[in-house]
């Protein structure tokens, strides 16, 4: 699959955006003028500073915990955590995810990460951000239940199920959000090992994501379902379709409880989405508050 659908070149062999070229000024005008009560809902879930199971291991509960300090005089913060986890909401640039002695776009991996940083890839190619049109991807109101059980795959009928009943259709240049219920399951059980157990999308799903044409990708969780249900295939492997073979960059962790309910009360999926990572030269990623607008 990973040889079928690569977009390796598709954009020159020395692009650095990936599937974020799909944006044109007409998608950045026509996601502007959804934004038309003005209405601005964060998906961003506050950063956690109490630990949970698996201290010490970002994959497992709340391993990474937001360390936030104060200096003395001056109120000045210290902020510090490995934000590339199960908990906190952010992005996976396109150096994140190597495959095979190669990164996206046919980058050597040896060339490209680096002690210091990635020297292509980096995040920074992002800095103007993102305006596009977002689509809230509800499946949990799909199946009338609060959340989806750990380890329930969502397929490409599940996500045009979905559109039918939203009167929705994803297509070229959009940002996707799936909605697994993850953060209303995690406030009534509370946490638990995602990296071993968690709902998402089915990599199975990668052919359709070029063929709709969708810029980016995320979800309230690591965005794969976990165990993959993929044999002998890589930990997470949506992730590296999605950003080695695509080059479609992945928002993890979102909280889309907020923005589901403005959806449903609204009867509209659709909204302005403005994503502005940080401006770091070599970054795999950064902390993201994506903001939708209706």
């Not at 009928?157 to 996707?176: F, P, Q």
């Not at 999926?269 to 401006?279: D, K, N, R, S, Y």
Request: net charge negative; hydrophobic share 40%.
């Amino acid at each position: 699959m990973f040889e079928d659908i690569k977009d390796w070149g598709r954009w020159g062999p020395n692009d650095q955006l990936g599937a974020a070229n799909l944006i044109t000024e007409t998608d950045r005008r026509q996601a502007i003028a959804l934004a038309r009560l003005g209405r601005v809902v964060s998906m961003a879930h506050p950063y956690l500073t109490a630990s949970s199971e698996g201290k010490g291991n970002p994959f497992e509960g709340n391993g990474s915990p937001f360390e936030h300090t104060m200096k003395q005089g001056f109120s000045m913060d210290i902020y510090k955590f490995d934000y590339h986890s199960f908990i906190h909401t952010h992005l996976d640039g396109l150096c994140h995810a190597p495959y095979k002695g190669k990164d996206y776009n046919g980058y050597p991996t040896a060339e490209v990460n680096t002690e210091n940083g990635c020297t292509k890839l980096g995040v920074e190619n992002l800095k103007n951000g993102v305006v596009t049109r977002g689509i809230l991807i509800d499946i949990p109101r799909l199946r009338n239940v609060p959340y989806l059980e750990p380890g329930t795959p969502v397929f490409v009928e599940d996500i045009e199920a979905w559109e039918k009943t939203a009167g929705v259709k994803i297509s070229s240049g959009d940002a996707i959000f799936l909605r697994t219920g993850r953060w209303a399951r995690w406030a009534k059980l509370g946490p638990w090992a995602l990296s071993q157990n968690e709902a998402g999308f089915h990599s199975s799903i990668a052919p359709w994501l070029k063929k709709r044409g969708v810029a980016f990708i995320g979800s309230d969780g690591g965005l794969d379902v976990l165990p993959s249900l993929v044999e002998n295939g890589p930990f997470e492997p949506l992730h590296v379709l999605s950003i080695n073979a695509l080059g479609i960059a992945i928002l993890d962790n979102h909280d889309l409880e907020a923005v589901a309910e403005t959806a449903a009360a609204l009867n509209r999926w659709e909204f302005m989405v403005i994503i502005a990572p940080l401006v770091v030269t070599g970054g795999t990623g950064s902390p993201v508050n994506s903001l939708a607008i209706f």
